[in-house]
């Protein structure tokens, strides 16, 4: 290779680095009318810092080049000059504030709560996301919204501090216990997007995920009446709670993760902390999940969130069912 | 600037002899280097952790090891690089050894307090790993409530280890500001202070306000687990985000407690390589108080998010913008000290213009997190990560290195050597970028921190990531082995190698126990090249 081609790929590669950054295109697909805006004044500010960096850089190695040490050749004393640093303090100044008021002015869109809005309540826990609706429809995991409808969400923690993150809609906010917190959206189209959570929470925070499917608005309503165990046995229904509910944490296996695996615990000798040993029966699961602190497998943490008040009656019985058919 | 001293045989180092000398010193120096013991200690640590954490980060799902260790092991990096290597590593050590001899004095203004601050953090730091290591503690280093309330007991501890170097952070803090006021040579007026110890004094300022809000609010998660007092936990009528606010008001000046030393550095190696009087000595003096004073006031900015009030965000946005006035003038004037100087291109300046090129990276993207509107995307993904390594590592590390190497022959009367250092320049530069700037990259994807697992679409860079990692590593290894040999087989180095100007190269190296064998007498500036 000769040294122009050389030149030339580094040069090709610094201006695709440049356009990506500059073009905000790594960011992931727009899903709402905010999530443009948010992508205009990235593109301003990526723009800016390449050509500042640009700017320092290039002027260090010319400078550095240039004014190399050489023998016979000494430095210029020159200890200051009032207007350069005035210009150098002043445009920057005046950039930042242009970076500050669009900033003010996206922010004022993304935490403006629409009027009117679709309301869904989130209850956020160690590890995992629950969708309740106003018709009385839950559903754990999966958030079903309607398109071109502004949502909001009225969000809460039963334990420690999450955030409820949508990539797509470029926004987020802290789901903290022992309040309420708000976040809105109004998606363009059809289609389904990752939820993250984005605070710390513990041993299952890279596993709280969930997924917001946005359906027209007549296939949204029909979902709403479903009734999601309709025709299922009880072990089906147990089975659906448990791969929305509680795979963060249990194996459906007879491998460990943060809890027990739960495969051919039925009907057999648990040892608990402090030497106690229980036979596992149907009262003996049901008090695991309604109240986990009462009795701790030995070895384990006590880590799990009490799911009490959380699961119907119906879904309670089908993951007991669930749970004794893993043998 | 003054007159050059009588060389003596008698030095620091060869004063007294045996371990018990060392533990029982007051001589400064002898601090500083104890310090700088136990900073490359944590350091080598903590740095181990970070390479577990990128093998663990190779590949998604689980690689070495489980979610529950990760997050351990993410916690002791975190809590080590953080207490234990950045806030006390140029202030508690270079600082301890430069700062009397740049303003001319035999020690600081409290010996023995300055030995106690070495104690406190030394003990500190041994509640904090003991408690670590046996309990699994596994909040990070922000010890965000409730969640730190609720997990493993070894909090406690940790965050009474923490609360006792805290006391190490404020004590040195304390000396250094009276003994800037009180021991200056005849004729060291505040304008001739070389910059090092400007950035030092606008520290100290820090150090002394800012730390006792995060030891107040340490000992208040401790009554909390402790007593069950509700003051953050909001199952007792707390409320968690109290301690976000509490916590950062001490962590965002903190950050600065961090960066404006290494800034210090680094106008001491520009003007010294490039043989050139600093380029507005007083605009970057000033900028050190103002950004010391305006650091206060944007704790705000981590909590974006949080659910702080719209019109709160808004104000640390704007105060956060601030910031970053005082911080383009510095990088500005030093780029215009290289303007017709007489460049040389030893070590300590390669990584004085590695500390600009990576720190003008972290700069420009911390504009775009103060910018409120962005930043609700940005913030707790990779791109916050990426970003505060490139002022905490790519910044402060670089100043260290660069410090290092440059007072190397001061400190140890030998030099090191100069090829290799280069060869750790190269290492820890390219692998640094090859780390960091695809985590950029990651987090406009969208990818959170502090994540166990990852999605698919995210493994190549991460793979980048880490394999720049396991480069930065190489490097650092290679500069240890370059300190060792240096200290060991170096050659006997000059009073002055590099023809610097300030105070410290006007006396011999290592310098005697009390610094110069006559009161140095000064009578113009740090950096008089003409
Ligand atoms: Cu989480
Ligand atoms: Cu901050």
Redesign the pocket.
């Known amino acids: 290779m000769s040294l122009a081609t050389v030149i030339a790929s580094i040069n090709t590669l610094f201006i695709s680095v440049v356009s990506h950054a500059a073009g905000g295109s790594f960011m992931p697909p727009q899903g709402t009318k905010v999530a443009e805006k948010v992508d205009s004044l990235y593109r301003f500010l990526a723009g800016a810092s390449v050509i500042s960096c640009i700017l320092v850089f290039a002027s260090m190695c010319i400078f550095a080049y240039q004014y190399r040490r050489r023998p016979g050749v000494k430095s210029a004393y020159i200890s200051h000059n009032t207007l350069a640093e005035f210009l150098w303090s002043f445009i920057p100044f005046c950039i930042f504030m242009v970076a500050f008021a669009w900033g003010w002015y996206v922010y004022h869109d993304l935490r403006t709560m629409p009027k009117n809005a679709f309301e869904v309540h989130v209850h956020g826990q160690k ?1 995992n996301w629950t969708f309740e609706y106003k018709s009385g429809r839950k559903s754990a995991g999966e958030l079903y919204v309607p398109v071109n409808t502004p949502v909001r969400m009225i969000m809460d923690s039963a334990d420690v501090i ?2 409820f993150y949508i990539p797509a809609f470029r926004t987020k906010q802290d789901v903290v216990p022992g309040r309420y917190s708000n976040i809105w959206f109004d998606i363009e189209k059809p289609g389904n997007y990752q939820v993250f ?6 041993q299952g ?1 890279s596993a ?1 995920l969930a997924k917001i499917h946005a359906l027209p608005k007549d296939k949204f309503d029909e979902w709403l009446q479903n009734d999601p165990y309709k025709g299922l046995t009880p072990v089906q229904v147990g089975e659906a709670v448990f791969k929305a509910r509680c795979t963060a944490c249990h194996n459906a296996t007879a491998e460990k993760k943060v809890g027990p695996g739960l495969q051919g615990v039925f009907g057999h000798q648990v040892d608990l902390e402090g030497g106690d040993k229980v036979t596992a029966d149907e009262n003996y699961i049901r008090e695991s999940i309604l109240y986990p602190a009462a009795k701790i497998v030995k070895g384990f943490p006590n880590a799990m969130t009490p799911f009490l008040g959380q699961l119907g009656e119906q879904e309670l019985s089908g993951v007991i069912e669930y749970i004794k058919s893993l043998q | 600037m003054a007159t050059a001293q009588v060389v003596s045989e008698k030095n620091y180092l060869n004063e007294s002899k045996g371990l018990w000398s060392w533990l029982t010193t007051l001589d400064h120096k002898r601090i500083g280097l104890l310090y700088m013991v136990a900073v490359l200690t944590f350091f080598l640590l903590g740095g181990l952790f970070a390479m577990l954490l990128r093998v663990e980060l190779f590949a998604p799902g689980k690689t070495i090891m489980d979610a529950s260790q990760y997050n351990q092991v993410m916690t002791l990096h975190g809590t080590i690089m953080v207490f234990m290597v950045i806030i006390p590593g140029i202030p508690a050590f270079l600082g301890n050894f430069i700062l009397p001899l740049h303003i001319g004095a035999k020690d600081v203004a409290f010996p023995r307090i300055n030995l106690l601050s070495w104690y406190c953090l030394i003990t500190g730091a041994s509640i904090a790993f003991f408690s670590l290591f046996k309990n699994g503690v596994d909040t990070g280093w922000t010890f965000y409530t409730p969640y730190s309330i609720q997990t493993s007991n070894g909090t406690t501890f940790v965050v009474l280890g923490a609360f006792v170097m805290g006391f190490s952070s404020i004590l040195t803090g304390l000396n250094f500001i009276v003994t800037i006021h009180t021991l200056r040579a005849p004729g060291m007026s505040f304008w001739r202070l070389p910059l090092f110890v400007w950035a030092l004094y606008s520290t100290a300022v820090i150090q002394v306000l800012a730390t006792p809000i995060l030891a107040i609010t340490l000992l208040l998660i401790a009554a909390e687990r402790l007593l069950g007092i509700g003051i953050f936990d909001p199952k007792l009528g707390g409320d968690p985000v109290l301690f976000e606010h509490f916590f950062w008001f001490y962590s965002h000046p903190a950050v600065y407690i961090m960066i404006l030393p290494a800034m210090g550095v680094v106008s001491e190696l520009i003007t010294a390589f490039s043989h050139k009087t600093i380029f507005g000595y007083k605009a970057i003096a000033m900028s050190s108080i103002g950004i010391a004073a305006v650091s206060f006031f944007v704790w705000g900015h981590h909590l974006f998010v949080a659910g702080q009030s719209e019109v709160a965000g808004i104000v640390f946005s704007f105060i956060t913008m601030l910031v970053g006035v005082p911080t383009a003038i510095k990088t500005f004037n030093w780029i215009a000290t290289l303007y017709k100087g007489s460049i040389q291109f030893q070590s300590p300046m390669l990584f004085a213009l590695g500390f600009l090129f990576l720190f003008t990276i972290g700069g420009v993207t911390g504009i775009i997190l103060a910018t409120i509107g962005v930043d609700v995307h940005f913030h707790d993904t990779y791109f916050v990560v990426a970003h505060f390594h490139y002022v905490m590592v790519g910044g402060t590390l670089m100043a260290i290195m660069g410090g290092i190497y440059y007072w190397f022959p001061k400190i140890f009367g030998r030099m090191y050597n100069e090829f290799w250092a280069r060869v750790t320049f190269v290492l820890i530069f390219v692998g640094f970028n090859v780390t960091f700037y695809p985590q950029f990259v990651l987090g406009s994807m969208g990818m959170p921190r502090r994540y166990y697992d990852y999605l698919p679409e995210y493994t190549s860079l991460n793979r980048i990531s880490s394999v720049g990692a396991w480069t930065i590593g190489t490097g650092f290894l290679i500069a240890l082995f370059v300190i060792i040999h240096g200290l060991l087989k170096g050659k006997k180095a000059e009073m002055n190698p590099w023809g610097a100007k300030t105070l410290e190269w006007t006396t011999s190296s290592p310098p005697p126990h009390e610094n110069f064998i006559n009161e140095p007498i000064v009578t113009a500036g740090p950096y008089e090249y003409r």
């Open positions: 590890w999450h955030s959570c984005a605070e710390y929470c513990g925070h709280m």
